[in-house]
């Protein structure tokens, strides 16, 4: 991972957004599922995505990260619109836990250093790679089990293995599904350490969360969605008066509204 800050902006340009979503529609297996999301993140900037299982968190993500099409609706990353856009190594993408521990048969390094390929198309890693893995290994407190098969590891551990993958690519946009699904509170307060570096030299993050844990001073804005449609927005969470650290963000499934969604969320 390089140590220095990503691009900067020109003085009294606003800066373009890492990754903007305008009206973005999508289907899953012929069903509408996002019904028009509106949804920026600049540089430096850390976007939560919050709401109740089933709010199409993860499909927005995904659809961030080109990999849901989209319905109707505008993805740019970068300034450019998805069709056009190739240089996919600026994009780190952290899935779901669910859908990405596979029984690879690898060691924790050679996961690791898979994110780094993107970067060196496929040419040999060199020593500033395996230097980046294993920092990257190290930010997330695994630089000890860099020899391990990484199906031997527990699911919290697995996790952040794949954040590590994601973080040697030296992303400038950064996009987790659930981080800290599964991850232990001294583990999250490493993650929490890591984005607050990486946004304070312009890395932006967009994060799937049910609690805002501590990642919470981190949060510039806190997106709520309901329904597959952006239900609320709410700028830096922190600030947020009434909170209540552990309350969980869903407390009711959206596919049971008799629970009474929206309740109030705990988070903001
Ligand atoms: N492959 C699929 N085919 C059809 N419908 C799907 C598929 N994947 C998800 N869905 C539906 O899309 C909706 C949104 O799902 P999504 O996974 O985006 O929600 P989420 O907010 O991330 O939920 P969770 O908090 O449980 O992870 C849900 O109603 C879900 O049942």
Redesign the pocket.
Known sequence: MQQEPHEAQPPGEAATPLIALRGVRAS??G?P?LHGIDLSVGPGEVVALL?A????????VRAAVGQVPLAGGDLDLFGTPVRRFRDWARLGYVP?RSTAASGVPATVREVVASGRLARRRLLPLRRADREAVHRALDLVGLADRAGDSAGALSGGQHQRVLIARALTSDPEALVMDEPLAGVDLASQRLLAETLRALAARGTGVLL?LHELGPLRPLIDRAVV?SGGRVERTVERPELAAGEDEHHPC?PAD?AEPAAGYPLRTGIL
């Open positions: 899953l297996g069903r599922v709401g299982n089933g709010s199409g968190k993860s499909t927005a779901q799937v969605l869903h959206e």
